[in-house]
């Protein structure tokens, strides 16, 4: 019976100490709300304040370029159980604190996670390659800290496609919009986002196909 006490006493103050681990705080500024909430005590609170900082720097330029009627209010998560990188659904942002830890600099994943708020897809027909592409456009384009986090646009490869998804995609738009046809993204992105995308969209705004945009690309890739 004693150690059946004891057991019982030593779970509750397990679920204790993991409840008082967790802090949440609610931010509001520039009419958009952040609830954050991290279960990682060993998270430096400064590296925190950079993520939240960087929500309201970025957050605000990608829904006046891309969406204004995106989410006012968004929750975020510093978790220890997740077990990637990042994800988002619903409006929420999950960041494992393991990647935290192992790259502090990588704060502009908050930029390309809140992209995808901002894209707002739903149940679509989209590609997914081409709406992680536009999500690391956005964060090449818009990002604060990508050259401490030494994150860059890969050189291009003869072994790359555009359906790569990612860096990938994202240095293809970049030199479609250098070359080819500026506001490409702008107009892909709402496309996606109203259903009405198909794959005849590259040849309707670029007057060619998105293979024969590659072609051209591989030939001559410079940005």
């Given at each position: ?104 600099e990588d704060i502009d994943v908050v930029t390309h996670e809140v992209m995808h708020i901002v894209q707002d897809y739903g149940e679509t027909v989209g590609p997914g390659w081409l709406t992680e592409g536009i999500a690391d456009y956005a964060r090449n ?83």
């Open positions: 019976m004693k150690k059946i006490f004891v057991l019982a006493t030593l779970l509750s103050a397990l679920i204790i100490n993991t409840v008082s681990a967790q802090t949440s705080k609610v931010y509001i500024s520039n009419g958009y709300k952040l609830t954050l909430t991290n279960n990682d005590a060993t998270v430096d609170t400064a590296e925190l304040t950079r993520l939240v900082k960087t929500f309201y720097i970025v957050y605000p330029k990608l829904a006046a370029e891309y969406n204004p009627g995106t989410l006012k209010e968004v929750k975020m998560a510093v978790d220890t159980s997740y077990k990637g990188v990042a994800a988002t659904a619903d409006g929420k942002v999950t960041i494992a604190s393991s990647w935290l830890h192992k790259r502090p384009k818009f990002g604060v800290n990508n050259p401490a986090a030494k994150w860059v646009l890969p050189e291009f490869k003869a072994t790359q496609n555009y359906d790569n998804a990612y860096r990938v995609t994202a240095r293809f738009l970049v030199w479609i919009e250098e070359k080819k046809k500026p506001g490409l993204v702008k107009e892909l992105d709402s496309q996606l986002r109203k259903h009405t995308y198909t794959d005849a969209a590259w040849k309707q705004q670029t007057g060619k196909t998105v293979d024969e945009l590659w072609k051209e690309y591989a030939a001559n890739p410079a940005i």
